[in-house]
């Protein structure tokens, strides 16, 4: 009776509903869902946060998901004096495999101070090029920074629209003309240095418009002879662009500039061809100096010629064979530009040679060579019509031609170019 009595009240009521307690790590995991696309993460989710974190009252407007980082949530923010700012919050303390927290708030921390640091210096610098975001506040207890959010884009994002190579080469250079000025300071090397820890952004302020290079993300950075700032630390930022010294010998703390080169070098691919470099994730690979030498080889198919040297001198395993100073690398990036453009201008001298050739023939000749003529418009394609047309076809030409020696000297600038 008493069973049948509860079934039947059982029957009519709903189901109890579980009531699903909101925890800091399952709101982390529900934001960091919004990886691919942060802007279209709900700010109810954001607001939620900041209330766990008792920090809603800090900020008076959240303007988005800025992006989900290996080690933290970054959003856009307005602070309570209304500056827009980036808000920094470290998920450090929900990661999954055996991270120690400590180390994690350490990393954060010692990396906003070198970012301080590095801005206070740059300060005194007038017309610099380059620039890091200044930071505005870092709390240990929960662990965030709030700093200066950066006009513009990711470094990628944004050289995908600078459709001339020598340009996208122009911030590489800019980008090492501020890693050697970190290390005129205090030996600071950033030993995270890829294309998405790099923004190009305009300058506040009175120089309004103009572009810098920020290099953002300081959690790895060390800073030499300062013992508070250059603790031992284990971990990498990103595996392919970590040099062997960090990911084989798990030695950051002796890592120098030559580390750092090493990783510029997969920048330097990064910002050539204006895409991310494609990550690797299995230990084992990385590890294995044939599967990198493999790696970097394939990367340099996808670059122009003139620019595999620097990509794949800097990409050395061994650190003795890569260049040895930022001096050094950028010599070489420039000589090897330095070359294509001679290259560039000899081609274009014997082009415009082919033109006044051609321009010497009579219109019987010109007949003759209309095909060839016409489609001169590239070095690139001349040889590539050349091929087509078929050496033969031409050289029959060449001998029923009254004007065949004519031809043969055009013929000849065409296979000098090739
Ligand atoms: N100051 C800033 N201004 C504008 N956007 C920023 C700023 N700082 C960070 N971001 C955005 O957030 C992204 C992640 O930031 P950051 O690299 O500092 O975090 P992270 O968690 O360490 O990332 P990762 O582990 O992927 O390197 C950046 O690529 C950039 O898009
Ligand atoms: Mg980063």
Request: overall charge positive.
């Given at each position: 009776?008493?069973?049948?009595?509860?079934?039947?009240?059982?029957?009519?009521?709903?189901?109890?509903?579980?009531?699903?307690?909101?925890?800091?790590?399952?709101?982390?995991?529900?934001?960091?869902?919004?990886?691919?696309?942060?802007?279209?993460?709900?700010?109810?989710?954001?607001?939620?946060?900041?209330?766990?974190?008792?920090?809603?009252?800090?900020?008076?407007?959240?303007?988005?998901?800025?992006?989900?980082?290996?080690?933290?949530?970054?959003?856009?923010?307005?602070?309570?004096?209304?500056?827009?700012?980036?808000?920094?919050?470290?998920?450090?303390?929900?990661?999954?495999?055996?991270?120690?927290?400590?180390?994690?708030?350490?990393?954060?921390?010692?990396?906003?101070?070198?970012?301080?640091?590095?801005?206070?210096?740059?300060?005194?610098?007038?017309?610099?090029?380059?620039?890091?975001?200044?930071?505005?506040?870092?709390?240990?207890?929960?662990?965030?920074?709030?700093?200066?959010?950066?006009?513009?884009?990711?470094?990628?994002?944004?050289?995908?629209?600078?459709?001339?190579?020598?340009?996208?080469?122009?911030?590489?250079?800019?980008?090492?003309?501020?890693?050697?000025?970190?290390?005129?300071?205090?030996?600071?090397?950033?030993?995270?240095?890829?294309?998405?820890?790099?923004?190009?952004?305009?300058?506040?302020?009175?120089?309004?418009?103009?572009?810098?290079?920020?290099?953002?993300?300081?959690?790895?950075?060390?800073?030499?002879?300062?013992?508070?700032?250059?603790?031992?630390?284990?971990?990498?930022?990103?595996?392919?662009?970590?040099?062997?010294?960090?990911?084989?010998?798990?030695?950051?703390?002796?890592?120098?500039?030559?580390?750092?080169i090493y990783?510029?070098g997969l920048?330097f691919w990064?910002?050539v061809?204006?895409?991310?470099?494609?990550?690797?994730?299995?230990?084992?690979?990385?590890?294995?100096?044939?599967?990198m030498d493999g790696y970097n080889r394939e990367l340099a198919k996808k670059l122009?010629q003139f620019a595999r040297i620097p990509f794949l001198k800097s990409r050395n395993w061994e650190?003795?064979d890569r260049p040895?100073?930022?001096?050094?690398f950028?010599?070489l990036i420039?000589?090897v530009?330095?070359?294509?453009?001679?290259?560039?201008?000899?081609?274009?001298?014997?082009?415009?040679?082919?033109?006044?050739?051609?321009?010497?023939?009579?219109?019987?000749?010109?007949?003759?060579?209309?095909?060839?003529?016409?489609?001169?418009?590239?070095?690139?394609?001349?040889?590539?019509?050349?091929?087509?047309?078929?050496?033969?076809?031409?050289?029959?030409?060449?001998?029923?031609?009254?004007?065949?020696?004519?031809?043969?000297?055009?013929?000849?600038?065409?296979?000098?170019?090739?």
């Amino acid at each position: 009776m008493f069973q049948s009595f509860s079934f039947k009240k059982n029957k009519n009521k709903e189901p109890p509903k579980k009531i699903k307690k909101i925890t800091y790590s399952s709101l982390v995991k529900e934001i960091s869902a919004y990886v691919i696309n942060p802007i279209s993460c709900p700010e109810k989710l954001l607001i939620d946060l900041l209330d766990m974190l008792n920090i809603k009252s800090t900020f008076r407007k959240i303007h988005g998901l800025q992006a989900v980082g290996g080690e933290a949530i970054v959003i856009a923010v307005q602070d309570n004096i209304g500056r827009d700012s980036i808000l920094k919050i470290s998920t450090g303390y929900v990661a999954k495999f055996g991270t120690d927290k400590i180390k994690v708030v350490a990393r954060f921390v010692r990396g906003c101070k070198i970012q301080h640091l590095i801005y206070k210096e740059l300060l005194s610098l007038d017309n610099s090029f380059f620039r890091v975001p200044e930071i505005y506040a870092v709390s240990e207890k929960p662990l965030y920074c709030v700093m200066e959010w950066v006009n513009g884009a990711r470094a990628v994002d944004y050289l995908k629209t600078e459709k001339n190579i020598y340009k996208r080469i122009d911030f590489f250079l800019i980008l090492l003309s501020f890693v050697e000025f970190c290390y005129s300071r205090g030996a600071i090397i950033h030993r995270d240095l890829k294309a998405a820890n790099i923004m190009i952004g305009t300058f506040p302020g009175k120089s309004y418009g103009k572009l810098l290079i920020y290099v953002i993300d300081w959690g790895y950075a060390k800073v030499e002879g300062n013992g508070s700032l250059t603790l031992e630390m284990e971990g990498i930022g990103s595996p392919a662009h970590a040099s062997p010294r960090q990911l084989v010998n798990e030695d950051m703390k002796n890592c120098t500039i030559v580390d750092e080169i090493y990783s510029l070098g997969l920048t330097f691919w990064e910002f050539v061809t204006a895409t991310y470099a494609p990550e690797i994730r299995s230990l084992k690979k990385l590890e294995s100096k044939n599967y990198m030498d493999g790696y970097n080889r394939e990367l340099a198919k996808k670059l122009p010629q003139f620019a595999r040297i620097p990509f794949l001198k800097s990409r050395n395993w061994e650190a003795k064979d890569r260049p040895q100073s930022i001096i050094a690398f950028r010599r070489l990036i420039t000589n090897v530009i330095q070359d294509m453009k001679i290259l560039v201008a000899e081609k274009k001298k014997k082009q415009r040679e082919i033109v006044e050739v051609h321009k010497g023939l009579t219109s019987e000749d010109k007949s003759v060579n209309t095909t060839i003529y016409t489609d001169l418009r590239t070095e690139e394609e001349a040889k590539e019509n050349v091929k087509k047309e078929g050496d033969d076809s031409i050289k029959k030409e060449i001998e029923t031609s009254k004007y065949g020696s004519v031809l043969r000297d055009f013929l000849k600038l065409i296979s000098d170019m090739k």
